[in-house]
């Protein structure tokens, strides 16, 4: 989804392996504003806010398995899951994946830590 930006300085801020909550916060406000004046394209963040928001999603999973990390309790994770263009209302029926596709994405997260999964498509 990062790809899909194509501002190069937006997208090496929300690449940064450092970034805090506060930061992220602070990229998705910038966001809003551009959009909201009509130069989200001009100022670097594409023409879609669904995929704004994916990105966004997927940095703050980052952000919270790095504070997570720094908990001594080891049984601690965070998933976020892009199950890829899947045929919904949303996506005009043309997504190559079926919903219950997407789901089994999700249902392999959901199982315990070092159980062997078979059939998941």
């Not at 990062?2 to 501002?7: A, D, F, N, S």
């Not at 970034?19 to 023409?47: D, P, S």
């Not at 966004?56 to 899951?81: C, H, K, M, W, Y």
Request: hydrophobic content about 35%; some cysteine.
């Amino acid at each position: 989804m990062l790809k899909r930006i194509p501002g190069k300085e937006v997208k090496k801020r929300l690449h940064n392996p450092d970034i805090t909550l506060e930061e992220l916060c602070g990229l998705m406000n910038e966001f809003v504003q551009a959009a909201k004046e009509g130069k989200n394209e001009e100022k670097g963040w594409g023409h879609s806010a669904y995929n704004v928001s994916k990105v966004g999603i997927t940095v703050l999973s980052f952000i919270q398995q790095r504070e997570f990390n720094a908990d001594p309790r080891e049984d601690l994770i965070v998933n976020a899951v892009h199950p890829g263009y899947v045929d919904t209302d949303m996506t005009s029926h043309k997504g190559p994946l079926t919903p219950d596709q997407a789901e089994s994405q999700k249902t392999a997260l959901e199982t315990p830590f070092n159980t062997i999964l078979q059939n998941i498509q």
